[in-house]
């Protein structure tokens, strides 16, 4: 027979992480984590650079932790292994590399599907964040040069002219980040950045200073050409220059398609519906982390989220 799963947790960040750790401390055996990835926490190792801060104040939110998971400042690989160590030590089951298709609620019962194969469950949380979907620009990227626009940071080498486009925090970090090994451009749409945080605006700061970076301020791109197999890029203020890569860092999506097959509940805002316990319309569904506020990114709101819930599911 198959197995029946107390929760089964899709998407292994820091909320999935969250909750799959409370519901084994909070008394729970059977629980399944289903990550789409090859390895836990996916945003932080594609849209982090090496040795970020990671930090518990998150753009100035001061939070209480709540749970059983005490997340506490650091850097990149430091979270990364602390929530390695929290997996190992709990013996948490996770299903990597798949991806779920589509939730369903047959009865009391959860049918989590999957490319490969199918599981059941009593409770279901949903943990995936918005940068698995990141935004991309509204103008076409030629697909000849699509190998040369990416999201992160993993295809960059050496001594490339780069342009980063972007006005958040993320943005910022990877110009900063290329700027000491490659010539580096910050395109934002505004004239100033408002959104960064101190540490980053001082570091921007000082890379104009010394000029490590140059940043174009104030313009919009229009369009994006090919060009002897490089990235043309024309904007708004009547200059193209060419670059040997482009870089977006301006946010994610949220996966309407996936929540709608999920069976959830939207808004207007097409955000998901849920209760202050983060529960979904459909009993026995929850959202934390990212998908459950209108702006996210901070890891110690996620583990409450996912504390809150759990407590919730158990109570019921």
């Known amino acids: 027979m198959q197995q029946m799963y107390d929760v089964i947790i899709i998407g292994s960040g820091p909320g999935g992480v969250g909750a799959a750790i409370e519901s084994k401390v909070l008394g729970l055996e059977k629980i399944l984590v289903i990550e789409k990835g090859d390895n836990h926490s996916q945003?932080?190792?594609?849209?982090?650079?090496?040795?970020?801060?990671?930090?518990?104040?998150?753009?100035?939110?001061?939070?209480?932790?709540?749970?059983?998971?005490?997340?506490?400042?650091?850097?990149?690989?430091?979270?990364?292994?602390?929530?390695?160590?929290?997996?190992?030590?709990?013996?948490?089951?996770?299903?990597?590399?798949?991806?779920?298709?589509?939730?369903?609620?047959?009865?009391?019962i959860f049918l989590v599907t999957t490319a490969n194969a199918g599981y059941i469950a009593k409770?279901?949380?949903?943990?995936?964040?918005?940068?698995?979907?990141p935004n991309k620009p509204g103008y076409k990227i030629p697909l000849s040069i699509r190998q040369r626009v990416n999201y992160n940071l993993e295809k960059c080498t050496q001594g490339e002219k780069i342009l980063v486009v972007g006005g958040g925090d993320s943005a910022v970090e990877y110009a900063v980040y290329l700027s000491s090994t490659n010539d580096v451009t910050l395109n934002y749409r505004r004239t100033e950045f408002s959104r960064i945080n101190d540490i980053n605006r001082q570091?921007?700061?000082?890379?104009?200073?010394?000029?490590?970076?140059?940043?174009?301020l104030g313009c919009n791109i229009l369009s994006l050409e090919n060009e002897e197999?490089?990235?043309?890029?024309?904007?708004?203020?009547?200059?193209?220059?060419?670059?040997?890569?482009?870089?977006?860092?301006?946010?994610?999506?949220?996966?309407?398609?996936f929540l709608k097959k999920c069976g959830v509940e939207l808004n207007e805002n097409k955000q998901p519906v849920i209760t202050e316990n983060y529960e979904t319309k459909t009993e026995g569904m929850y959202i934390v982390g990212d998908l459950a506020v209108d702006s996210g990114g901070s890891i110690a709101i996620a583990l409450n989220h996912a504390y809150h819930a759990v407590t919730h599911m158990l109570s019921k």
């Open 229 to 257: 197999g490089l990235v043309k890029v024309n904007y708004d203020d009547g200059y193209s220059v060419v670059y040997d890569r482009a870089i977006y860092a301006i946010g994610g999506t949220t996966p309407i398609e």
């Open 43 to 108: 945003t932080i190792r594609k849209f982090y650079k090496d040795n970020k801060r990671v930090d518990k104040v998150w753009q100035g939110q001061e939070v209480e932790i709540k749970g059983n998971v005490q997340f506490l400042d650091g850097t990149k690989e430091s979270t990364l292994d602390y929530f390695d160590q929290l997996i190992d030590e709990e013996e948490i089951d996770v299903a990597f590399n798949s991806e779920v298709e589509k939730i369903e609620k047959d009865g009391d």
């Open 203 to 216: 570091d921007l700061k000082d890379a104009v200073g010394y000029e490590k970076l140059r940043t174009r």
């Open 123 to 133: 409770h279901v949380i949903i943990a995936i964040g918005r940068m698995g979907k």
